[in-house]
Structure formats: structure tokens, C-alpha cells
């Protein structure tokens, strides 16, 4: 299984678009994450139309009032018998990590905690964990450049982050 990781979007019109690469690959993955921080929902719907795909997101700490009623601020989710996390963050960047394992505590054994906020790219393991944070393909606040991220969900899970 693949899948299409972004966060941070920070889009507050119907103007705003994703730079093309993005939707060429989102548009051939299996499932679409976003890490939240999307500002409006006419975000996660655009995301909905890019493919065939499922999308799933979750809600972080700029978004408006209607997104924090409509999705949640933690996902968990299994594939190929990977449980997997997903939440925005908050806080500083330093130690976020941290904070975000902390709520996941409650979870008997999560392999991939996927997350946002920092817009800075972030693909490694910790304490038996991978940590993947795709960055932001659009805002470059606390990163040097614009990313995204592929995860591949095999008998392993392996990340890529893509620069833009």
C-alpha cells in the first residue's frame, strides 16, 4: 500500500492550489493523509476529488471551527498489520516527539506515528518507532524547503520525502 503524506497546507481560499507534483502523486496513491493545519475543509474536500482514493486527516491547531468538528485530532488505523497514528502536534518544535508518543501511550504497540505542525520533514526511527513528518509543500515556516512524503506499507514501512 501506498500513501500520500502532506500537513500544513495553511489554505484559506479556494485560489490556493497544491503545486502540480503533489497532485500527480496523490492522484496514484492508495490513501491520502493530511497531517491537519488544512485552515478550511474546502481542503480535505479538494482532496477528495484528486482520486479514487480515501482521504484522511486530522484536525491541528490553525484550523477553523468547522474541521475541528468534522475530523479528529488523532487517527489510528491498521495496515498490513501496522498500527499506525496519525496526529497534527503542538506546541515548540523541540520535543514534539515526545509529546506526540505520549499520546499515543495508550496503544499497546504503534509502529508509524505520522504528524505535522514543525513544517519541517522528519523520517526516522525512535525508540522502535518511526516518526514521519512530510513537512509542508507549501509553507516553508521553521524548514528550508516545501516537501511532501510517499509511505510504502509492505511487510516493512519505508518513507520517502520529496522536495519540491
Keep these: 500500500m501506498r500513501i500520500g503524506v502532506i ?18 502523486d496523490l492522484s ?5 493523509v493530511h497531517c491537519g493545519d488544512f485552515c478550511e475543509y474546502l481542503v480535505f474536500e479538494s482532496l477528495e476529488r484528486i482520486g479514487k482514493q480515501k482521504v ?7 484550523d477553523s471551527e468547522e474541521i475541528k468538528r468534522k475530523l479528529p485530532k488523532r487517527v489510528i488505523f491498521e495496515v498490513q498489520g501496522h498500527q499506525i497514528g496519525v496526529m497534527h ?5 523541540q520535543g514534539i516527539e515526545e509529546r506526540i508518543q505520549n499520546a499515543f501511550r495508550d496503544i499497546d504497540k504503534i509502529d508509524l506515528i505520522i504528524y505535522g505542525h514543525t513544517h519541517a520533514p522528519a523520517n526516522h526511527f525512535r525508540s522502535g518507532i518511526r516518526f514521519f513528518n512530510p513537512g509542508s509543500p507549501t ?3 521553521f524548514a528550508k524547503y516545501n516537501s511532501y512524503g ?3 506499507i509492505e511487510d516493512e514501512i519505508t518513507g520517502e520525502i520529496i522536495q519540491i
Design 7 to 24: 500537513s500544513d497546507t495553511h489554505f484559506h481560499t479556494n485560489r490556493e492550489r497544491l503545486p502540480g507534483k503533489v497532485i500527480e
Design 89 to 93: 502536534g503542538s506546541g515548540p518544535p
Design 56 to 62: 484522511l486527516g486530522v484536525s491541528g491547531n490553525m
Design 150 to 152: 510517499i509511505l510504502t
Design 28 to 32: 496514484t496513491v492508495d490513501l491520502i
Design 139 to 141: 509553507d516553508k515556516r
